[in-house]
């Protein structure tokens, strides 16, 4: 009954803010006509993109002008701006993605758990969760999708997927140059950027190329603190997370003929610096709090022994062929892609002045992928996107565990080769003018084989990289999975358009890398599949504003979660297992009105809830497997996401333009552990950006994020009393003031 009550009252919310945005565009008619330039997406696949507001699917798209105003960085940098979404970096080692959309998301940094929420680069999948949250740069445009993406994606992507997409060469001479310095003044250290593109053509009409560079250096945003009076030690200070970040990316562009493009771009890069920032603080409600030493989980402060370290480094190559065919008036495109990706480091998981558990792991992975897919229109009334798919993925993966000053020590991992192919269709047939229906579906088979060496058998040093750990478990596992889709669109004018649809998506299943239990063998997990509904409405009244909304409801059956439970051996046990089947549904809104030509304002409001429909694992830990495991939240589920900010421009007579953007952003907090006694803090996020832009593209932006200095953690995992308990909760950056330089030449 309270399920009930609460999605009536949310239908309703969803209503009356559709209602409300839809008034407000009324009022702004006499706004100027700056909506009408287009903002086209990559989202369905379709030669050339479609309009955002065509696209039957909830996306959040950002052109390369706002990402510039955003100061994007890495994804993280959006993890506020869309509603329903978090874009988290783990914390446990720097870059691995700990991403959630409308409550989809992981805990985890195990290589081997496949994600909710899956990255492309250019069309290119990304095979891992490590490496993702890096920086990033000279991007034509970043899409966040909403929802499973099965169809026209494959696995992995459940609560929805992220697409980057690169700049490409142009046939034009273009240079662009940019640095900018930042910090948070009060006790934290600086951090420099500098970046620069050159693109132009090389021989006219025919071959283009660019070049990208990228150099990022971090002093250190946090202070270290070491020791204290509590340890008869003096208090000491010293800058800490230190990094330093290197990219480099060629792409070269080749049109033989007006009817075929291919496209190659390489990226190599490195990064690397200090650890986690690790804070211990209690677990929910005060509970557990570290013997010794322990903040408030909404301080800045943490006091750690082990500095760490990361270390990585990656290659990737994608190249992509696009060739114009007759056969109804469509497309051919080839997406080939190969990624190898390196990491090692060091953390402090106890999180206090002892040497109580410190880890180092390393990871190597490579992959290979190809899709093929054709993409037409027959008779202007058939549209199909149809192709095949190819992913293949080889991953070690290395961790020891020093416990108790050294005196215990594990050793262990994993070995996994992958491979994985898909068939793919979807069709869009208009039945009349204004009603589309669409019909889709995807096979994909996908095997694993996996060796592992489970920690707690290996007491002597031994790495699993170089082959000198035993393997106690060795299986492989195949999974073959067939994911529909029925919808359909509706324009009821050129105003107004209204889409739905139900589909079915799925995570991989696979092994445990991490296997710390010796009464659990590292058998496979299922795969977890959701069946989800959606209904959208999309607006553009008068070309005064943009309003986009949409109401889902998602039956997750298997939830795949990694169970973190405190051991007084290991320091944490992770059990991978498919835990329960769940009901997840909500709504989001999206606007954006122009009230003059000087003035945008900008709004979201998203709203998610979701409950345990059956339960088939201890997740308290207890033991026992009754209605208190039932009764705990669904983790990394936050209730409310809001945002609402404006964009003011204006033109200075004789210099060029100015503008000022500024965006509040509120997120509920969550659980992080499956046991509800780690979670993630609420937050209010504050940002703005004053820039001024001469007449000859010479660009200075002063801009601030986070400038309420909220404190946001990666993670929030429990630890033993052994360890003197409380919990390893890696740091975000807080308060951060920066200035830009940036200069075009055309």
Same mark, same amino acid.
């Given at each position: 009954?309270?399920?009930?009550?609460?999605?009536?009252?949310?239908?309703?919310?969803?209503?009356?803010?559709?209602?409300?945005?839809?008034?407000?565009?009324?009022?702004?008619?006499?706004?100027?006509?700056?909506?009408?330039?287009?903002?086209?997406?990559?989202?369905?696949?379709?030669?050339?993109?479609?309009?955002?507001?065509?696209?039957?699917?909830?996306?959040?798209?950002?052109?390369?002008?706002?990402?510039?105003?955003?100061?994007?960085?890495?994804?993280?940098?959006?993890?506020?701006?869309?509603?329903?979404?978090?874009?988290?970096?783990?914390?446990?080692?720097?870059?691995?993605?700990?991403?959630?959309?409308?409550?989809?998301?992981?805990?985890?940094?195990?290589?081997?758990?496949?994600?909710?929420?899956?990255?492309?680069?250019?069309?290119?999948?990304?095979?891992?969760?490590?490496?993702?949250?890096?920086?990033?740069?000279?991007?034509?445009?970043?899409?966040?999708?909403?929802?499973?993406?099965?169809?026209?994606?494959?696995?992995?992507?459940?609560?929805?997927?992220?697409?980057?997409?690169?700049?490409?060469?142009?046939?034009?001479?273009?240079?662009?140059?940019?640095?900018?310095?930042?910090?948070?003044?009060?006790?934290?250290?600086?951090?420099?950027?500098?970046?620069?593109?050159?693109?132009?053509?090389?021989?006219?009409?025919?071959?283009?190329?660019?070049?990208?560079?990228?150099?990022?250096?971090?002093?250190?945003?946090?202070?270290?603190?070491?020791?204290?009076?509590?340890?008869?030690?003096?208090?000491?200070?010293?800058?800490?997370?230190?990094?330093?970040?290197?990219?480099?990316?060629?792409?070269?562009?080749?049109?033989?003929?007006?009817?075929?493009?291919?496209?190659?771009?390489?990226?190599?890069?490195?990064?690397?610096?200090?650890?986690?920032?690790?804070?211990?603080?209690?677990?929910?409600?005060?509970?557990?709090?570290?013997?010794?030493?322990?903040?408030?989980?909404?301080?800045?402060?943490?006091?750690?022994?082990?500095?760490?370290?990361?270390?990585?480094?990656?290659?990737?190559?994608?190249?992509?062929?696009?060739?114009?065919?007759?056969?109804?008036?469509?497309?051919?495109?080839?997406?080939?892609?190969?990624?190898?990706?390196?990491?090692?480091?060091?953390?402090?998981?106890?999180?206090?002045?002892?040497?109580?558990?410190?880890?180092?792991?390393?990871?190597?992975?490579?992959?290979?992928?190809?899709?093929?897919?054709?993409?037409?229109?027959?008779?202007?009334?058939?549209?199909?996107?149809?192709?095949?798919?190819?992913?293949?993925?080889?991953?070690?993966?290395?961790?020891?565990?020093?416990?108790?000053?050294?005196?215990?020590?594990?050793?262990?991992?994993?070995?996994?080769?992958?491979?994985?192919?898909?068939?793919?269709?979807?069709?869009?047939?208009?039945?009349?003018?204004?009603?589309?229906?669409?019909?889709?579906?995807?096979?994909?088979?996908?095997?694993? $084989?996996? /060796?592992?060496? &489970? +920690?707690?058998?290996?007491?002597?040093?031994? @790495?699993?990289?170089?082959?000198?750990?035993? =393997? %106690?478990?060795?299986?492989?596992?195949?999974?073959?999975?067939?994911?529909?889709?029925?919808?359909?669109?509706?324009?009821?004018?050129?105003?107004?358009?209204?889409?739905?649809?139900?589909?079915?998506?799925?995570?991989?299943?696979?092994?445990?890398?991490?296997?710390?239990?010796?009464?659990?063998?590292?058998?496979?997990?299922?795969?977890?599949?959701?069946?989800?509904?959606?209904?959208?409405?999309?607006?553009?009244?008068?070309?005064?504003?943009?309003?986009?909304?949409?109401?889902?409801?998602?039956?997750?059956?298997?939830?795949?979660?990694?169970?973190?439970?405190?051991?007084?051996?290991?320091?944490?046990?992770?059990?991978?297992?498919?835990?329960?089947?769940?009901?997840?549904?909500?709504?989001?809104?999206?606007?954006?009105?122009? $009230?003059? /030509?000087?003035? &945008? +304002?900008?709004?979201?409001?998203?709203?998610? @809830?979701?409950?345990?429909?059956?339960?088939? =694992? %201890?997740?308290?830990?207890?033991?026992?497997?009754?209605?208190?495991?039932?009764?705990?939240?669904?983790?990394?589920?936050?209730?409310?996401?809001?945002?609402?900010?404006?964009?003011?421009?204006?033109?200075?007579?004789?210099?060029?333009?100015?503008?000022?953007?500024?965006?509040?952003?509120?997120?509920?907090?969550?659980?992080?552990?499956?046991?509800?006694?780690?979670?993630?803090?609420?937050?209010?996020?504050?940002?703005?950006?004053?820039?001024?832009?001469?007449?000859?593209?010479?660009?200075?932006?002063?801009?601030?994020?986070?400038?309420?200095?909220?404190?946001?953690?990666?993670?929030?995992?429990?630890?033993?009393?052994?360890?003197?308990?409380?919990?390893?909760?890696?740091?975000?950056?807080?308060?951060?003031?920066?200035?830009?330089?940036?200069?075009?030449?055309?």
């Amino acid at each position: 009954m309270r399920t009930k009550h609460a999605m009536k009252t949310a239908m309703l919310c969803a209503a009356s803010c559709f209602a409300l945005t839809s008034a407000v565009a009324v009022q702004a008619q006499t706004a100027g006509n700056v909506l009408e330039d287009e903002i086209i997406v990559t989202a369905t696949k379709k030669a050339g993109g479609v309009n955002i507001q065509e696209a039957p699917v909830a996306i959040t798209a950002f052109g390369e002008a706002q990402i510039e105003a955003l100061h994007v960085t890495d994804l993280q940098s959006l993890s506020y701006s869309v509603p329903n979404v978090s874009l988290e970096d783990v914390g446990t080692t720097p870059g691995v993605a700990n991403f959630s959309i409308r409550g989809l998301g992981i805990n985890s940094s195990i290589p081997s758990i496949d994600p909710t929420v899956g990255v492309f680069v250019d069309g290119m999948y990304l095979g891992i969760n490590g490496g993702i949250v890096m920086d990033v740069f000279d991007l034509e445009s970043i899409e966040v999708l909403r929802g499973p993406q099965g169809i026209l994606f494959g696995r992995n992507v459940t609560g929805g997927a992220v697409l980057i997409n690169t700049k490409k060469p142009g046939n034009e001479f273009e240079a662009s140059f940019k640095a900018a310095a930042e910090s948070g003044f009060k006790n934290t250290g600086g951090n420099y950027y500098l970046m620069g593109t050159v693109s132009g053509p090389i021989v006219e009409d025919r071959l283009y190329a660019k070049l990208a560079a990228y150099y990022n250096k971090d002093d250190g945003y946090f202070k270290n603190y070491e020791g204290g009076p509590a340890f008869g030690q003096p208090d000491a200070f010293s800058n800490f997370g230190e990094s330093e970040t290197i990219l480099f990316r060629p792409s070269i562009v080749f049109t033989p003929n007006d009817n075929a493009e291919f496209i190659l771009r390489y990226e190599h890069g490195e990064s690397d610096g200090d650890g986690p920032a690790s804070q211990n603080h209690p677990g929910v409600n005060g509970t557990f709090p570290n013997a010794f030493v322990s903040f408030d989980r909404n301080s800045d402060s943490f006091s750690i022994d082990e500095d760490g370290f990361y270390d990585n480094e990656w290659d990737q190559i994608i190249f992509e062929t696009n060739v114009d065919v007759a056969f109804g008036n469509g497309t051919i495109t080839n997406i080939f892609g190969y990624r190898d990706f390196t990491s090692s480091g060091r953390s402090d998981i106890d999180a206090t002045p002892l040497a109580l558990f410190h880890a180092p792991f390393g990871t190597n992975q490579d992959q290979w992928s190809n899709e093929l897919r054709y993409a037409g229109t027959f008779g202007d009334k058939f549209d199909l996107t149809t192709g095949v798919y190819y992913f293949t993925q080889d991953t070690v993966y290395q961790e020891a565990r020093n416990i108790a000053f050294g005196t215990l020590n594990f050793f262990g991992g994993g070995v996994q080769d992958q491979k994985t192919y898909g068939v793919f269709a979807q069709g869009d047939y208009a039945v009349t003018d204004q009603f589309n229906v669409i019909l889709g579906g995807r096979y994909t088979h996908e095997k694993k $084989v996996a /060796d592992i060496a &489970t +920690l707690i058998f290996n007491r002597t040093p031994c @790495d699993v990289r170089d082959g000198t750990c035993p =393997f %106690d478990f060795s299986g492989q596992d195949s999974w073959s999975n067939f994911s529909p889709k029925v919808g359909f669109t509706y324009e009821a004018n050129d105003d107004w358009n209204v889409y739905g649809h139900w589909t079915k998506g799925f995570r991989s299943g696979g092994f445990n890398f991490r296997n710390t239990s010796a009464a659990f063998l590292p058998t496979p997990f299922d795969e977890e599949k959701v069946s989800s509904f959606e209904v959208g409405f999309k607006g553009q009244p008068n070309g005064k504003a943009r309003i986009n909304t949409a109401i889902f409801y998602n039956d997750v059956s298997n939830m795949q979660r990694e169970i973190n439970l405190a051991d007084p051996l290991a320091g944490v046990v992770q059990f991978i297992r498919n835990t329960a089947d769940a009901t997840i549904w909500g709504f989001e809104s999206e606007l954006q009105v122009y $009230v003059m /030509d000087m003035l &945008t +304002l900008l709004g979201s409001v998203g709203y998610t @809830d979701g409950s345990y429909d059956s339960v088939a =694992f %201890d997740l308290n830990g207890d033991s026992v497997l009754d209605a208190a495991d039932k009764a705990l939240k669904i983790p990394r589920l936050a209730p409310w996401t809001y945002s609402f900010g404006f964009l003011f421009t204006s033109e200075v007579p004789g210099l060029g333009t100015w503008s000022l953007r500024t965006n509040y952003s509120h997120r509920d907090h969550s659980f992080y552990t499956d046991n509800n006694l780690g979670e993630l803090n609420s937050a209010n996020m504050l940002d703005f950006n004053l820039g001024v832009t001469t007449e000859n593209d010479v660009t200075v932006s002063l801009y601030g994020k986070n400038i309420l200095n909220e404190v946001t953690h990666g993670g929030d995992t429990q630890l033993p009393a052994t360890l003197g308990g409380g919990s390893f909760a890696p740091l975000n950056k807080g308060r951060i003031i920066g200035i830009e330089l940036k200069v075009d030449l055309r």
